[in-house]
């Protein structure tokens, strides 16, 4: 429960920024917020015998993970923020990155997630309209 906690508090403390649509923000955040709460839920600890464990969906992502369409880390919502198994019918498109937070310590990973208009004409971190950021930590 701590670490659920302590958790929501990085969520909150580290980054949210708002669409210039504010009619339109509410469904772009609560879909980052939504993809950010299921990897954070993810498995990144340590087993029995003191081993890392790391869920495969928080394996690195490629570099332009959220400037473009990356397999394993984009998906697509409608109008309501309900995830869809593809584009079609999509009003927004959600990007994902994982990174490790330093070369020398791979115990710390830091997730982004953006959510862009589907319409929009540049899908780069900058036109989001919503993004949100968290550092997560393996815990024991």
Request: aromatic share 6%; hydrophobic share 45%; proline share 6%.
């Amino acid at each position: 429960l701590v670490t659920a906690l302590a958790g929501l508090a990085q969520l909150l403390a580290m980054s949210v920024r708002f669409t210039r649509d504010a009619g339109q923000s509410g469904v772009a955040l609560m879909g980052a917020q939504d993809k950010l709460e299921s990897l954070r839920a993810l498995r990144f600890g340590y087993d029995d015998s003191g081993e890392p464990v790391t869920d495969a969906r928080l394996d690195p992502s490629p570099s332009m993970a959220l400037s473009e369409n990356a397999p394993g880390y984009v998906d697509w919502l409608d109008a309501s923020g309900v995830a869809l198994a593809e584009a079609a019918g999509a009003a927004y498109v959600r990007r994902w990155r994982i990174t490790p937070a330093g070369d020398e310590d791979p115990s710390a990973i830091v997730i982004d997630v953006c959510v862009f208009h589907a319409r929009a004409a540049l899908h780069s971190p900058d036109h989001a309209a919503a993004c949100l950021a968290t550092a997560r930590v393996r815990q024991p």
